[in-house]
């Protein structure tokens, strides 16, 4: 490895973590190891003083009951026995009487009772002159006479080098294993990293279809690419649609921004033409001002539904009652156009929703479904008067419908969880299977319908409207005509009462 790569790997946040977690564990590995060293050897040295005055006062005993001869015999007795106790008993002037100790301190028979701190003693009976550590306690007896009674600490000595060891390895280990996991982690961190940032390069030079990569082992990185891939993909999206929008303005409103050039420019070319000549060509030029004014509204509303904005409230609202007063409203214009327009729009199916924009779309799929099944009739008359049929074609009808999907369901407190469907029904000519998608885009008129005024945006403007409402589109058959539903999602009971009580505050 480079040293350039490791310069990156110790720049990583997984570095930086992985080195804060090692201090941290390092400063309570130290810690627990020392504590309990020390612990320890309290434990022992306070085991081992425990030991040697309960052995002091029984040899004190034996030597009150058997005299000094029955103390000598007891204790040549147990110096004899292999083990860590000691045992010494010199006369008044130090000379040694019994025990199993050759050599001690002179200022150490001087002392009375245990000692604070370990002294060095040399064993009886060894050729070489080795010193050993040991812990006593030195009494006093009758004529001048004094016991020692200790015990080697050798084994605590050997205790704390093995602690120590042990220390020294589990430090020396930790730090191989802390190193090797920042390599291995931070390589494997930065891997990903590099893949993700290599995926952005491509997509800031342009590439919009490329996307984060996914391991599948569902980390905070797969989590994270995944979101963002969704967030591109609607970005994707959103800039397909944009760039879509463009070029059908580009198409579409090229020709009624020539016609109105040309007309203006013919009008004042003629040089000769008297004032309701020009007051024609003023009409006209306004006619077309207004159709490319509501194109360039629509498009505007739409964007502004499609990017959710947080200025379009939603309340509860009864779909039902909406689609009946917008029925009430183009009943007169469909008996002016010759069609029966019908509804079966029962109140009390409500939805989370806001009344200016389900409006507007009830209001454009009736629009549509009128002049579309009109002319649709209208052409079959022409048809048929051709061709002398006697049976004419029946007139245009569109129909109303709000129902709730599915069976009846008891989800108590009177919420009915189906959604409900807002069907909008013509016996025009339908729309193709191939086609029912494409309709819904922007500026879409299929060949048919290119003779008819319009802007191509009215089913745009529904499906933005029913995507910020989460509710669904289907296009069917009518047999003959078409069926246009939108599945709105139902709402509890306890949402309609808390947003009727904001209503009323």
């Known amino acids: 490895m480079s040293l350039g790569s490791i310069n990156k790997i110790m720049r990583t946040t997984a570095f930086k973590l992985s080195a804060i977690y090692l201090i941290i564990f390092s400063i309570f590995a130290i ?3 020392v504590y309990i060293s020390i612990n320890t050897q309290l434990l022992m040295t306070r085991q081992l003083n425990s030991t040697i005055e309960a052995e002091v006062r029984g040899l004190v005993e034996q030597y009150r009951s058997g005299g000094m001869p029955g103390l000598v015999k007891i204790i040549e007795d147990r110096s004899r026995r292999p083990g860590a106790s000691l045992y010494l008993v010199t006369d008044s002037r130090g000379h040694y009487v019994a025990g199993n100790v050759a050599a001690l301190p002179k200022w150490v028979l001087d002392e009375r009772g245990a000692l604070e701190q370990s002294v060095t003693y040399q064993r009886l009976g060894e050729t070489e002159r080795k010193e050993y550590n040991a812990v006593v306690s030195v009494y006093e007896m009758f004529g001048g006479y004094r016991l020692l009674v200790g015990r080697d600490v050798g084994e605590r000595e050997i205790f704390r080098k093995v602690v120590e060891q042990a220390f020294l390895v589990s430090a020396i280990l930790m730090i191989v294993l ?7 982690v931070s390589r494997k961190v930065l891997k990903r990293i590099d893949a993700i940032a290599g995926a952005s390069s491509n997509i800031m030079r342009g590439r919009l279809d490329e996307r984060l990569p996914v391991t599948q082992a569902g980390d905070e990185f797969d989590r ?3 979101n963002l891939n969704t967030m591109l993909s609607r970005i994707e999206m959103l800039m397909q649609g ?6 059908n303005i580009a198409h579409d409103l090229k020709t009624p921004l020539t016609r109105l050039r040309n007309r203006v420019e013919v009008t004042l070319a003629s040089g000769q033409g008297d004032a309701d000549s020009y007051r024609e060509a003023l009409e006209k030029t306004l006619e077309e001002s207004d159709t490319l004014i509501r194109t360039f509204d629509a498009l505007l509303r739409i964007a502004r539904v499609e990017a959710k904005s947080t200025q379009i409230e939603k309340s509860a609202l009864d779909i039902g009652a909406v689609a009946a007063d917008m029925a009430e409203l183009y009943e007169p214009v469909a008996e002016d156009e010759g069609a029966i327009l019908t509804w079966d729009a029962e109140p009390g199916h409500v939805i989370s929703g806001n009344r200016e924009l389900i409006s507007q779309a009830v209001a454009n799929l009736i629009d549509n479904a009128l002049k579309y099944a009109v002319r649709h009739v209208a052409e079959q008359r022409a048809q048929a008067d051709r061709q002398d049929e006697g049976d004419l074609p029946d007139v245009a009808r569109i129909h109303i419908s709000v129902k709730r999907s599915g069976k ?3 989800a108590g ?4 969880p189906r959604p409900i469907i ?3 029904c013509d016996n025009g000519q339908g729309i193709a299977k191939e086609d029912r998608a494409r309709v819904l885009q922007r500026f879409v008129r299929l060949d048919k319908s290119r003779s008819q005024p319009g802007s191509g945006l009215g089913l745009s403007l529904v499906n933005a409207v029913a995507s910020l409402h989460e509710a669904k589109i289907e296009l069917g058959d009518n047999e003959p005509g078409l069926v246009f539903s939108i599945q709105f999602p139902s709402i509890e009971r306890t949402a309609i009462a808390h947003d009727q009580r904001d209503e009323t505050s």
Do not use: H, Q, T
């Open 408 to 410: 009846e369901e008891k």
């Open 178 to 184: 802390a190193l090797l996991s920042w390599m291995f």
């Open 422 to 424: 807002l069907s909008v």
């Open 242 to 247: 944009l760039k879509e929008v463009s070029d």
């Open 413 to 416: 407190a009177g919420y009915d």
């Open 31 to 33: 810690f627990l190891i």
């Open 224 to 226: 994270l690419s995944e």
